[in-house]
């Protein structure tokens, strides 16, 4: 059973214009999410967070948007650049451990 | 300030042998977490110590797993025997205690049991 999904396995993303990638939780107690980058034989790099208590955190190019009503939280590049092609994980915690989704691998083409 | 580190990168194992992961987490982050992505699959908590207490380990799989943190520094995670399911990249996070929610992640060990 799947606690946090991220439905699109993959995203192409013109340089320069908005990437948008989703997640979607079903887990109540979550509390706090976050978003990591991964390249390939690398281990998953902090992007940017966001507590339940918000429904918005920026970070440069970054931004996270959580919708609690619907259980869904969104991570917004923009503009996109090459180097942001890689993996992206949405993660949720309601405690220490961190529940992660598959991932979607985003590719910003130039 | 140097991140997590994990030792070694790639082991390659037969059936049946033991394997040593390493762990050398943030200096100073008491909370250190042990996570596994296996091929195909989303990346899973194994287990959690705080200093050198384990706080929950209820994603071991299996009583093969057997992981350590002496002195509240570095730790460790034994597989023995190893199994071909086992196969996997195991991920060391460690985090603040006063900002325990957010983890950084070491490059990871890439197992392949054969």
């Known amino acids: 059973d799947q606690q946090v999904k991220q439905n699109s396995p993959s995203l192409s993303v013109q340089e320069g214009r908005i990437s948008i990638l989703n997640c979607d939780y079903t887990?109540?107690?979550?509390?706090?999410f976050l978003w990591y980058k991964k390249y390939p034989a690398e281990g998953p790099t902090f992007l940017i967070s966001?507590?339940?208590?918000?429904d918005k955190n920026e970070d440069g190019r970054f931004t996270v948007f959580l919708n609690k009503s619907a259980k869904h939280l969104s991570l917004h590049i923009v503009p996109s650049q090459p180097g942001d092609s890689a993996v992206y994980f949405c993660a949720a915690s309601g405690g220490y451990q961190l529940t992660f989704g598959k991932g979607t691998k985003l590719s910003v083409i130039p | 300030e140097a991140g997590v580190t994990q030792f070694p990168s790639h082991s390659v194992i037969e059936k049946g042998q033991t394997v040593t992961l390493r762990c050398d987490p943030i200096s100073g982050h008491d909370n250190l977490y042990w996570y596994r992505r296996v091929m195909g699959k989303e990346i899973k908590f194994l287990l959690h110590?705080?200093?050198?207490?384990?706080?929950?380990e209820s994603g071991m799989p299996n009583n093969r797993f057997l992981a350590e943190r002496t002195g509240g520094t570095y730790s460790t995670l034994k597989v023995q025997p190893a199994e071909l399911e086992d196969s996997g990249v195991y991920f060391c996070a460690s985090s603040q205690a006063t900002r325990r929610q957010t983890q950084y992640f070491g490059p990871g060990t890439r197992l392949l049991v054969l």
């Open positions: 887990n109540s107690m979550f509390d706090y």
């Open positions: 966001i507590s339940s208590i918000k």
């Open positions: 110590f705080v200093k050198e207490s384990k706080q929950d």
